[in-house]
């Protein structure tokens, strides 16, 4: 049987404290990963995910990291370094929320807000961890991505034009990392279903559904499945990719 296997591997996912990361570090555990969970306000939710992971007899911590401080993104790493050990996978899952608006209306803090929180995360995440990949001569980079950076629809500017900054950012981190066995890849989710819709009723999907050729929203565990395929030697011919999981909603082109 071909399996999902991450035993002996060690990963740091950003943002596990929030909707989609704490499934992804969780699915990570289950594959056989020790994980590492990020947040940056939310240490209790943080400290619950790392407590399920420690509870499949994985190891786990919770680290803090506010991903506009270059400073506080190594602290992270040196805390790592010093006790849990050095990630072979990350997954820079983060994102910063603020309210969405057309162009003439957007804050320009909100553009620099989303700048930092897409491009700069995944600036200083491979700043920190990638040379101890280069090192080893493994690792595995995995960012979440989304649907709107595809389709760029109204209101969404601030959020898309970072994702496809960071996009920009991995694709040439996966040409100058890829000789040294490191893989970078992006999965882009669509609106995606998660625990705080499971605990509170579905938002109204009336006018996203018919743009969905599966004709449903996808689950956090869809999401996170996608994710640990790329972690895992299944995908290691796999690097520089833009994988949506959006039901066909948003397709690239080739
Ligand atoms: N949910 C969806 O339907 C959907 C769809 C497409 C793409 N995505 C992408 O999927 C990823 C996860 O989204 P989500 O919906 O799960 O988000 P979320 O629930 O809002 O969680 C966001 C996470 O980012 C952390 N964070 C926020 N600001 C930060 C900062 N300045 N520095 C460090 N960490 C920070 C939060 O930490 P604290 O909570 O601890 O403060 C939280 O863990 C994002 O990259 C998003 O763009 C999501």
Sequence with gaps: ML???????????????????RTMAKTLAQCGA????????????????????????????????DFASEESVYAMRDLLAGGFGLPDIVVNNAVSQYRWTTVLQQDSADYLDQFRSCVMQNVLMAKAFA????????????????????ECFP?????????RGQDGVLRCLARELGPSGVTVNQVAPGWTISERERENGL??????????????????QEIANAVAFLCSDLASFITGAFLPVCGGKAMTAI
């Design 155 to 163: 209101t969404q500017s601030a959020y898309a034009s970072a994702k």
């Design 34 to 65: 020790d994980v590492a969970v990020h947040y940056f306000h939310n240490e209790a939710q943080a400290q619950k995910v790392s407590r399920e992971i420690q509870a499949m007899g994985r190891k786990s911590v919770a680290v803090q990291a």
């Design 131 to 150: 040379p101890h990949m280069v090192a080893q001569k493994y690792g595995r980079i995995v960012a979440t991505n989304t649907e709107c950076a595809i």
């Design 3 to 21: 399996t999902i296997d991450l035993s002996g591997k060690r990963a740091l996912v950003t943002g596990a404290s929030g909707q989609l990361g």
């Design 203 to 220: 938002d109204d999907m009336t006018h996203y559904l018919p743009q969905v050729p599966l004709g449903r929203r996808g689950t956090d």
